[in-house]
Nanobody, 117 residues
């Protein structure tokens, strides 16, 4: 059973920081590109970040310079470090497993990030 389990969401103040974690199981984690999507009310689903097998990263322009994606293959875990959080970052964040070309294959259940002072 392939599973992606996110954690770390919650309430954060504008300008604050939050780290999301995603623990993967049921597949060879080191063989797959991983990513984070988000969806806010009234907005399209957006690819936030993606990390390759070798550690190369992609970041959406909206989060570049503020967010960092990383992975720990020994722990089968991918992280999203969110710094300098803005109100526009509020959304449900989903961990994703991607195919060779970057298409999402598997989705986690999502974790809510709320930005409020």
């Amino acid at each position: 059973q392939v599973q992606l389990v996110e954690s770390g969401g919650g309430l954060v103040q504008p300008g604050g920081s939050l780290r999301l974690s995603c623990v993967a199981s049921g597949f060879l984690f080191s063989d797959f590109r991983m990513g984070w999507y988000r969806q806010a009310p009234g907005k399209e689903r957006e690819l936030v970040a993606r990390i390759s097998i070798g550690g190369g990263t992609f970041l959406a322009d909206s989060v570049k310079g503020r967010f960092t994606i990383s992975r720990d293959n020994a722990k089968s875990t991918v992280y999203l470090q969110m710094d300098s959080v803005k109100s526009e970052d509020a959304a449900v964040y989903y961990c994703t497993r991607h195919d060779y070309l970057g298409k999402p294959l598997t989705w986690g259940q999502g974790t809510q990030v709320t930005v409020s002072s």
